[in-house]
C-alpha cells in the first residue's frame, strides 16, 4: 500500500507539472508582447546564424577601391567602410558578437546574483555584507565602471564580459534579496525550518524556484543593457578589440567619415535598437506571463 501511494503521488505531481508547463505555454503564445519581443530577437539571431551564407565575402575582407560605397542592391547591400569592407557582412557577424556577450553577461549575473541574493536574504550576517558592496557599485554610474574596469584590465572579449557582469550583478542580486526575504518568511519555510530541514535545502530547494522568474525577468533586461553598454564601450574604444566587428566598433569606425557615409552610422545603430527593444518588450511579456495573477 505504501509503495502503491508513492507511485500515485508521482504520478500525481507530474501531472500537476505537465498541466502547469502547457498553461504557461499558452499564456506566452497569447501574450502579444511575448511573442513580438521574440518574433524581433529571433530575426536578429536568424541573420547572425546565417551571416556565412548572406554575406559570404566575410567581415574582414577589403577592397580599397571601393572604400566608401553607398548603399545597393547590385553592389554592397548596406555599403563599404573607410577601409573597403563590407558594411552588412560587418553588420551580421557583429551581431554574432554582440548577442553572445549579452547573453553571456546576462547568464552569468543571474547565476550570481541570484546566489548572493539567495544567501544574503537567508543569513542575516551576510546580509548588510553583500547589499553594501551591491550598493556601492550600484552608486557608480554604469559604463564609468566598465570603463573603469576594462582600463585594468587586457582589452579581450573575455575582459569585457567579465567586466559587463560585475556591473550588472548588483542588480539581480537586489531583486533575488527582495524575492527571497518575502518567501523566506512563508510558513512552509518555517515549518521546515522547525522539522530539521538543511539550510541547503531550504534555500535551493525551495526557496530558489519561487524566486526565479523576477530573476529570468531582470536577467533579459540585463542582456539588453549589455548590448547598449558594449556598444558604448567599443564607441569609446575601450570595448571589442579591433578589428573584430561589433556594433560599437563599427559606430566607431563611422564617426569619422559620418558626413561621407551616413549608413556606417544608421545600419549598425538601427540593428542596436531592435535587438534591444525586442528584449525589452520581451522582458515585459515575459513578466506578465511568469506573474501567478494574471490568467
Known sequence: MEKQSRQDRRALEKRLRREQR????????????????????????????????????????????????????????????????????????????????????????????????????????????????CDGLSAIPSTLLAIALMASLDRNILNLIISL?????PRVARVAR????????????E????????????????IAPNILSPVLVQSSYIFANAIITEAALSFLGVGVPLPEPSWGNILYEGKAVIH?????????????????LGLNIFGDGLRDVLDPHTN
Request: proline letters at 4%.
Open 22 to 133: 502547457a498553461r504557461m505555454t499558452r499564456k506566452f503564445l497569447h501574450n502579444k508582447l511575448a511573442m513580438l519581443g521574440s518574433l524581433m530577437i529571433l530575426t536578429v539571431v536568424l541573420l547572425a546564424l546565417l551571416a556565412p551564407v548572406l554575406a559570404p565575402q566575410g567581415p574582414l575582407e577589403n577592397s580599397v577601391y571601393d572604400r566608401l560605397t553607398p548603399p545597393s542592391l547590385d553592389g554592397y547591400l548596406f555599403g563599404s567602410d573607410n577601409l573597403g569592407r563590407s558594411v552588412f557582412a560587418r553588420v551580421l557577424y557583429g551581431a554574432r558578437l554582440s548577442l553572445t556577450i549579452g547573453a553571456s553577461v546576462g547568464l552569468l549575473s543571474m547565476v550570481l546574483g541570484m546566489v548572493l541574493g539567495l544567501y544574503a536574504s537567508y543569513y542575516r550576517f551576510l546580509d548588510n555584507l553583500i547589499m553594501r558592496v
Open 165 to 169: 557582469t560585475v556591473v550588472s550583478v
Open 178 to 189: 527582495s524575492a527571497a526575504v518575502v518567501v523566506r518568511e512563508q510558513t512552509y519555510i
Open 191 to 206: 515549518a521546515m525550518r522547525s522539522a530539521g530541514a538543511s539550510s541547503t535545502r531550504i534555500i535551493w530547494g525551495h
Open 260 to 276: 561621407k557615409a551616413w549608413w556606417m552610422i544608421v545600419y549598425p545603430g538601427l540593428f542596436t535598437a531592435v535587438t534591444v
